[in-house]
């Protein structure tokens, strides 16, 4: 086949959250698997176009509209850069057809283009559900249901999936916000995603920190839970003086410096760790140099790649009941659930598995054996290929499924 895979996110250059991530693992992943891959993504700073190919797949980046019109509303810079991507994709597929092209619904990148199609021109788009628009407004607050923003945004999210020939979720929970919010029956929404190369990420050839550590991976903003995550790390430095808590990722303007300046002033200037971004080859190491992994996010849309990143490296993963991750993180199995935003809960948690290595093993130990068998890449990527297959073949919803 000939995919398409549209993201403005994708590694290295703009490489920010999980978006950028699962199109950079479907694109190497189905790549390898001989099907011709191009990748439309966002130049830096709407800098000039780019061209290149990088291995087995072809990146596209390309800017906005920034240098046509200053663009002072999110919602313009949504619609003015999927009539780019629009543009982009109808000059891909006059090259030589595009068997099926997938779209994230954040950012309506396919807005567009789904709107422009007719029975002259109609290359199968498929929507991959995130995080939907509707679900970050009500969980955390972003944006402001009551502002244009969200409502402009709302409308295009919802264009975009009820256009879609068909729609995937990386979890259970965003296919349920977008069904009951975009009025998109259930059953139309598979529930699938790549999961986790095993083979890269793994406890096997790393060495284990001297001192206790407790990491993070994600963007370090405050929905992740980074200040909850800093303040239990401060009460337990009386009971370990010697932890650290290391936090993997890029970093809000102003966020590094804020949490650094809090460590100090409760008196543990050595506790934290800002490692900044670190490329998909090198997080294994420093996931593995980890005695436990914590991401206390006041809300994922799940399933939260990176606990289940943590989980194949050994770890076992601290997470918030509630939203996505909870379809991934066991209780009592592979991992701790606490209640959003409880700091009590999260210094219990972390005292139970720092204090109790046998227990901390033997957990790690079950969260690689659930990777393994629920959420391998290989298998995962198997399941992808046949979804693409089938929706450019305008199979039913029920035949995808099979």
């Given amino acids: 086949m000939r995919i398409a895979l549209v993201s403005q996110e994708y590694p290295p250059e703009t490489a920010k959250g999980g978006i950028g991530t699962q199109t950079y693992l479907k694109a190497e992943g189905l790549a390898a698997r001989g099907h011709e891959v191009h990748v439309i993504s966002r130049t830096p700073r709407d800098a000039p176009r780019q061209e290149e190919q990088r291995g087995g797949v072809r990146v596209t980046r390309i800017p906005g509209f920034s240098k046509q019109m200053k663009i002072y509303e999110p919602a313009v810079d949504w619609l003015t850069y999927s009539v780019a991507v629009a543009a982009e994709l109808a000059a ?53 249901i009551d502002s244009e923003f969200y409502r402009i945004g709302v409308a295009m999210e919802g264009t975009c999936v009820r ?145 289940l990143e943590a989980m194949a490296c050994g770890l076992p993963v601290i997470g918030c009941s509630g939203s996505g991750a909870a379809e991934v993180v066991v209780p009592d199995e592979n991992g701790l659930l606490i209640p959003p935003g409880d700091v009590n809960a999260l210094v219990a948690a972390l005292r139970r598995l720092l204090s109790n290595a046998a227990e901390r093993e033997a957990m790690g130990a079950r969260a690689r054996c659930y990777v393994l068998r629920e959420a391998d890449s290989e298998v995962c990527l198997r399941r992808l290929e046949a979804f693409y297959t089938a929706a450019a073949a305008g199979k039913s919803c029920s035949e995808r499924a099979s």
């Fill in 92 to 144: 891909l597929h006059g090259r030589a057809p595009v068997n099926v092209v997938d779209f994230p619904e954040w950012g309506c990148e396919g807005y567009v283009h789904l709107l422009n199609r007719s029975e002259w021109y109609r290359v199968p788009a498929v929507i991959h559900l995130h995080g939907p628009l509707v679900m970050l407004a009500r969980t955390i607050d972003w944006p402001e």
């Fill in 163 to 307: 256009l879609a020939d068909a729609v995937f979720s990386s979890s259970a929970c965003s296919a349920d916000w977008c069904a009951q919010h975009h009025s998109v029956p259930r059953e139309r929404i598979t529930v699938l995603h790549t999961g986790v190369d095993t083979r890269l990420f793994s406890p096997q050839g790393f060495r284990m920190d001297s001192r206790p550590t407790v990491v993070f991976v994600g963007k370090i903003v405050r929905n992740k839970g980074v200040e909850l995550l800093l303040e239990a790390a401060c009460r337990l430095s009386s009971e370990y003086p010697d932890l650290r808590l290391l936090l993997v990722g890029r970093a809000e303007e102003g966020m590094g410096e804020q949490l650094q300046e809090r460590a100090r002033a409760c008196g543990f200037p050595h506790l934290l760790e800002l490692a900044g971004f670190v490329d998909r080859q090198h997080l294994p190491a420093h996931l593995a140099s980890a005695h436990v992994f914590a991401a206390p996010s006041q809300y994922e849309g799940g399933p939260g790649f990176v606990y």
